[in-house]
């Protein structure tokens, strides 16, 4: 675990949640109705104030208190706790993006290509990039001196900011601007107190950002434009976040920890960021980091970003980095009141040439902090140069253990790639007293590199099959690598990030997640400058890194539709986005495989199309509840929850999301859903399906007729199973909209039950 929230003989820390806060109670009587509440479990007032952690007060109600499992028990017996849960630790899920998605540039080089609205960066300008919208960013700090956060040219503070500049170590009030206008810190009960948890893990006591994760979040949302930045060489061109002209709001709310060489974020520091931010007066939350789902009500994210809807925050959070760990199901933040955020590649590639003694070169992916220091270096095979004790498929691939120092100092050494990180195999090379690697049978899914200890390229097998040839043919085989070369509309693209968490939604798997899929391989964004490092920028990657280009994106539909709801956006995003790639086929995994949307949702966000959606799925926080009434919260729950007369529906229907997902289907299922026409007035939408195999699939009515903007329109779904030859896998299809000028697409995953 990455940070430790140990009170002693005083019990663990817990978050005890009470629900909406009282609108009748000033935020002091709030806090000591939290006093009291501990008093009379723990028997003092000295015990109180001693147990209190943070008082949520602003957003919702509730407070951290170091408990014994107890004292736990006890306060979770109250009629008016709906629920307490021990403080987890969520951990953060770790450019040409805005050429790519269309907002920037002639559209030359977008994904869907030049057209009037591209070439004229039609969003950008439309919303004066985001001007007067507030993007909070929950994360480790911000490095305020960063280029991306100047704020020349910008209007004033929009009045309704309600928030503060925190000051602490090496930040003061001078460090915010009109760019970024606020910050905090929350570093309350950090194991041993905060003094001394930042002495041990190199941590500082204020806003500012010694990780660099958060700096590269916040400008990725929010950035201003930087000519000439790079990582290394690599990537050269004018970084810019989503929205240039949008407010950064910063809660530093994850700490590094050296132990584990981690970054975590408290539940307690979560909640206290959602409640902060909702008093602030933040229009959206950029949220990239997560942890294990569980129950709504017992996971802070959840419960934040419900009170946030509930305010009209937009709330957009990381899918979660586990594909290749935890594999289908892995997806993070699934509540559908979050836009969920899964990552894909851009067109961008970065590469390195490889030279052999025999005037051979080759071209593979090549993507390294590290260089080669000289012209020429010897060249060895894996299989030839380890130890006897070593299987010859583990020296193959260049295992752990495998490798005789002797025999591979100051070389070059091929490997063959197998199912592990290519980090592990650099690792055993560089230990060995290697000088570079080779991955001799390099596939796609290696362009996502990085972590490697040692110059590397990535060839693919007929390259490699030269590389062995060569090295069987002479005494003395030699080569070098020559790094640096970044190459633009390369296909195809966007590839499915190897690492990106997919569906099913373990959290209620009738919810499609992810809702969407952006850049997050190779982002290059501002970076900490913390240990007078001299890489102002730097190339991440994450579906940490493409939520906050979601975030981005968010804040120009708030700006160009000031009144649309959170569910709103999302309906938009999701239904406009694309399933094609820069060759017009189908998006693909990392393998080259067909992806489905329980990798992508509803596919790749398109940012100008999402402005004119045509239709949206709407949601308010009563069909939140009817939705929460259809999973078996009761009454008295969800009246603590909105702190009002809640009542659950006699017969409570579908939640209105925008894409369909069902999970159990047997033999037949009515889906209900309803859309508002938002761009047309008098105008007609047909429908058209899509089907999943082994499924049929029908719309009722199957015409919609709006006679004005603003007009919602109700319909069903009906699926039905027509034979069982599928009855093991899951199937995939799409539902249609269509009056001849928009299209409007909501995916649809069925699972057999």
Not at 546 to 571: D, E, F, M, N
Not at 699 to 718: D, N
Request: net charge neutral; proline share 5%.
């Amino acid at each position: 675990m990455a940070l430790n929230f140990q009170g002693r003989d005083h019990g663990d820390t817990h978050i005890v949640y009470l629900g909406n806060v009282d609108k009748s109670l000033h935020p002091e009587a709030v806090t000591s109705s939290h006093h009291a509440l501990l008093r009379d479990i723990l028997g003092s007032d000295e015990a109180a104030r001693e147990s209190l952690g943070f008082s949520y007060r602003h957003g919702f109600s509730g407070f951290s208190a170091r408990l014994t499992e107890e004292q736990a028990a006890k306060i979770s017996s109250l009629p008016n706790v709906l629920s307490i849960f021990p403080n987890k630790i969520r951990k953060i899920h770790t450019t040409n993006s805005w050429e790519f998605l269309g907002l920037y540039g002639s559209g030359e080089n977008s994904l869907f290509g030049a057209s009037e609205s591209t070439e004229s960066s039609w969003l950008w300008h439309n919303t004066k990039y985001g001007k007067d919208v507030i993007i909070g960013v929950f994360d480790s700090g911000v490095w305020p001196e960063s280029k991306s956060f100047l704020d020349h040219g910008m209007k004033s503070i929009p009045k309704r900011w309600k928030g503060t500049c925190e000051t602490g170590e090496k930040f003061n009030a001078s460090h915010c601007n009109k760019k970024l206008i606020g910050a905090r810190f929350f570093s309350h009960g950090l194991q041993d107190g905060p003094e001394a948890y930042a002495k041990a893990h190199r941590e500082i006591l204020s806003p500012r950002d010694v990780n660099g994760h958060g700096t590269h979040t916040a400008s990725t949302a929010g950035g201003r434009f930087v000519r000439n930045a790079n990582w290394l060489g690599y990537a050269k061109g004018t970084a810019k976040g989503g929205a240039p002209d949008a407010h950064l709001a910063i809660y530093k709310i994850c700490w590094r920890n050296i132990t584990d060489d981690r970054v975590g974020c408290p539940d307690a520091h979560v909640l206290s960021a959602f409640d902060m931010g909702i008093h602030d007066g933040v229009d959206i939350i950029s949220a990239s980091f997560g942890g294990p789902v569980g129950d709504y009500f017992l996971d802070s994210t959840f419960i934040g970003a419900f009170h946030a809807m509930q305010k009209g925050i937009v709330v957009v959070a990381s899918a979660g980095n586990s594909q290749q760990t935890l594999g289908p199901g892995s997806v993070e933040n699934g509540a559908p009141w979050i836009i969920t955020v899964g990552a894909s590649t851009l067109d961008r590639a970065y590469f390195g040439d490889l030279f052999l003694g025999n005037n051979e070169s080759f071209r593979g992916f090549s993507f390294t902090e590290k260089r080669l220091r000289k012209r020429w270096y010897h060249l060895a095979a894996g299989a030839n140069v380890g130890l006897p004790t070593s299987s010859f498929s583990a020296r193959q691939l260049c295992l752990s253990g495998s490798l005789d120092p002797k025999k591979v100092q100051g070389k070059i050494v091929a490997c063959l790639r197998g199912r592990m990180h290519p980090a592990f195999q650099s690792l055993e090379v560089f230990s060995a007293g290697g000088a570079g690697i080779i991955f001799c049978n390099s596939t796609q899914v290696d362009q996502d590199t990085g972590n490697e200890f040692l110059p590397s390229v990535y060839v693919d097998e007929k390259a490699g099959e030269a590389i062995f040839s060569y090295i069987n043919s002479t005494r003395f085989p030699v080569a070098q690598i020559q790094h640096q070369i970044s190459l633009t509309n390369q296909k195809p693209a966007p590839l499915m990030a190897a690492f990106s968490s997919s569906g099913p939604n373990l959290v209620d798997a009738d919810i499609l997640k992810p809702d969407i899929t952006a850049p997050g391989v190779h982002i290059l964004a501002a970076y900490t400058q913390f240990n007078n490092s001299k890489v102002p920028y730097k190339l991440v990657s994450g579906t940490s890194m493409s939520c906050p280009h979601v975030s981005g994106i968010v804040a120009l539909l708030k700006s160009y539709r000031p009144t649309w709801s959170p569910a709103a956006i999302k309906s938009a995003i999701v239904t406009t986005g694309y399933w094609f790639d820069n060759l017009s086929e189908s998006i693909k995994n990392s393998s080259l495989a067909p992806a489905s949307p329980f990798d992508f949702g509803g596919g790749h966000v398109n940012p100008n199309a999402a402005a004119h959606p045509g239709l949206v799925y709407d949601a308010d926080e009563q069909d939140y509840i009817g939705y929460l009434c259809s999973l078996g919260y009761n009454q008295t729950e969800l009246q603590i929850l909105t702190q009002t007369s809640a009542k659950c529906p006699d017969n409570p229907t579908d939640l209105n999301y925008p894409s369909i997902a069902i999970s159990n289907l047997s033999r037949s299922k009515v889906v209900h859903r309803r859309v508002t026409n938002v761009d047309d007035d008098a105008t007609n939408y047909t429908a058209s399906i899509e089907a999943p195999e082994s499924v049929s699939v029908s719309v009722h009515p199957s015409v919609l007729r709006f006679e004005h903007k603003g007009e919602t329109k109700a319909f069903q779904v009906i699926f039905r199973v027509e034979d069982d030859s599928n009855i093991n896998n899951d199937v995939f299809g799409k539902l249609i909209w269509s009056n001849g000028k928009y299209m409007v697409t909501s995916p649809i995953a069925v699972s057999f039950g």
